[in-house]
T-cell receptor, first 110, second 115 residues
């Protein structure tokens, strides 16, 4: 099974870009990289996912290295409401479980 | 939020009593999941369902059973609750189909305390 490694915590100034890294060196060729976040006491919230190409949506951008061993989630203009624990996790077809590790606790400060 | 509700949202029960948690979705998604989340263990899959009356075990299924008699409801039952089952339980649905990427959306969670 692919395992992920993320920094335990990060700080970011409000209005600045938050760049959250994730190492997934054992990810399989057909596995996507998913990013979720969890705000205290709430259910995990889907952010974005990708396979090989970089992706962007209304919430964030995802940069995946060419060898697919790591990725970076970018929140372009962090706000206080982005304070949360961010998880990257591999996943593929429907019916497969997501495995969340420790994640990165992002603190956005005024 | 993909129209997912969980009930109850909080429950305190005693060791040895049966407990049933309910997950309800409004969008007829085929796949539904039950996870538990504990400090130091992240999110772990208990059971999942890929259709009415079609279920399978996850990583930590011992002590739990599930049922899905209709598309919109997925029930998780603790036949005889133990203190080790004190946790936060999340239901999720998948918008993917077999062979496609699987984006899962989570409900608000049920906080269960077994005394």
């Amino acid at each position: 099974d692919a395992k992920t490694t993320q920094p335990t915590s990060m700080d970011c100034a409000e209005g600045r870009a938050a760049n959250l890294p994730c190492n997934h060196s054992t990810i399989s060729g057909n596995e996507y990289v998913y990013w979720y976040r969890q705000i205290h006491s709430q259910g995990p919230q889907y952010i974005i996912h990708g396979l090989k190409n970089n992706e962007t949506n209304e919430m964030a951008s995802l940069i995946i290295t060419e060898d697919r061993k790591s990725s970076t989630l970018i929140l372009p203009h962090a706000t206080l409401r982005d304070t949360a624990v961010y998880y990257c996790t591999p996943g593929n077809n429907a019916g497969n479980m997501l495995t969340f590790g420790g994640g990165t606790r992002l603190m956005v400060k005024p | 939020d993909a129209g997912i509700t969980q009930s109850p949202r909080h429950k305190v029960t005693e060791t040895g009593t049966p407990v049933t948690l309910r997950c309800h979705q409004t969008e007829n998604h085929r796949y539904m999941y039950w996870y538990r989340q504990d400090p130091g263990h992240g999110l772990r899959l208990i059971h999942y369902s890929y259709g009415v009356k079609d279920t399978d075990k996850g990583e930590v299924s011992d002590g739990y059973s599930v049922s899905r008699s209709k598309t919109e409801d997925f029930l998780l039952t603790l036949e005889s609750a133990t203190s080790s089952q004190t946790s936060v339980y999340f239901c999720a649905i998948s918008t993917g189909t077999s062979g496609q990427s699987d984006t899962q959306y989570f409900g608000p969670g049920t906080r269960l305390t077994v005394l």
